[in-house]
């Protein structure tokens, strides 16, 4: 997604290679400057200053532009111009909303209006009753779960404060060890029950869903909870790293509070989308100089209390911190339509390595 070509884009290494020859390096960084429209003159200048002969230099500059895969390649980058200039068109018909910036709290919503205003705009909301009669903050006590819930064996994470093995390293315990350990953790990244965990232990996804007293909204279907709903258990200190789920997703906080901070989904050029669902970008603490299109980003925060549930857009960017000790859910067994995941039928090999929720 982007295409800014400069001097500064060549590495020592590139650089050290340009004094003999053009390697596989130099050609594929030729290609890519031409199929996003570099002056084939700019680059042959590049190759001078490098050492290059001039001789060399052009018939590198004529190899590479005249090569039937770099003008393939022209047509794709055009493509994705076009996708560019949509993404920001939508984002200026978005800034024309009063609310643009702001993440609504809202009571009462049905179905429809759910659906109405915030669903089918691909925009979020704050539901503040969805749970009003259920009782589970507070009858989830560690006790009450080691006693329902306690021998079934979990999978959990740890380990995630190294980004190379980010939510990768996985272990196991009874989960009223897990509980009894979690107990003591004031505050951690590596010791959560995730998401990604959940087809580990479905008995207590489904004990869990089972448990749930009240009344349940037209939006959600239970019935259909099965790799749809996901349970989080963590210490204060959790993080989920920006990412974009390949649904709708109803974050429903139980216990503690957790921050969200959210980017809008047709802001996807500016994140850095190279791993997967995931971002490389700190929101936290942006890294400008090597990622300086993040400054485009529009982030949005939200703190979400104890029974609140937050409507998470398919394809909205979102980082989690959990601020205490913390329970939540996230359903996706919603009434309406809420499968898009042409994601990873586009993209195998990345979730073939895990890369992927």
């Not at 560019?84 to 919503?109: A, D, F, K, M, T």
């Not at 003591?184 to 008995?203: G, P, R, S, V």
Request: hydrophobic share 40%; with cysteine; net charge negative.
């Amino acid at each position: 997604m982007r295409s800014s070509l400069t001097l500064e884009k060549i590495t020592p290494e590139i650089m050290a290679m340009t004094q003999t020859s053009l390697d596989a390096t130099w050609k594929q960084w030729l290609a890519s400057c031409m199929m996003h429209g570099a002056d084939p003159a700019y680059l042959k200048e590049v190759l001078l200053k490098q050492g290059m002969p001039a001789h060399d230099a052009a018939l590198a500059v004529e190899e590479v532009l005249n090569h039937p895969y770099v003008e393939a390649g022209r047509h794709v980058a055009r493509m994705q111009k076009q996708l560019e200039w949509l993404l920001n068109i939508y984002q200026q018909v978005h800034r024309l909303s009063p609310q643009y910036g702001e993440i609504e709290r809202r009571s009462g919503l049905t179905r429809e209006t759910l659906i109405r205003e915030y669903v089918s705009v691909n925009r979020p909301v704050v539901i503040t009753d969805m749970a009003k009669d259920w009782t589970i903050s507070e009858r989830w006590t560690p006790d009450y779960l080691s006693e329902k819930f306690g021998d079934i064996v979990i999978e959990f994470q740890r380990y995630r404060h190294d980004g190379s093995q980010f939510e990768l390293i996985k272990d196991h315990l009874p989960f009223k060890t897990f509980l009894a350990q979690l107990a003591l953790i004031e505050e951690a990244n590596d010791f959560y029950i995730t998401a990604y965990n959940t087809h580990m232990h479905q008995a207590l996804m489904d004990g869990l869903i089972a448990d749930i007293d009240g009344t349940i909204p037209d939006y959600l279907d239970m019935a259909d909870h099965q790799k749809k709903a996901f349970v989080w258990i963590g210490p204060a200190g959790t993080l989920t790293q920006l990412h974009f789920d390949l649904n709708n997703g109803l974050l429903h906080q139980i216990q503690g509070r957790k921050l969200v901070r959210m980017v809008p989904s047709y802001q996807l050029p500016y994140v850095y989308a190279e791993r997967g669902t995931f971002s490389p970008v700190n929101p936290e603490k942006p890294d400008y100089q090597a990622y300086p299109l993040f400054q485009q980003v529009h982030m949005t925060e939200v703190i979400l209390e104890p029974g609140d549930t937050l409507l998470i857009p398919v394809g909205w960017w979102h980082q989690v911190r959990a601020l205490d000790r913390s329970i939540s859910i996230t359903f996706a067994n919603t009434t309406f339509d809420n499968a898009y995941y042409g994601f990873t039928q586009l993209f195998p090999q990345l979730f073939d390595q895990g890369c992927g929720k």
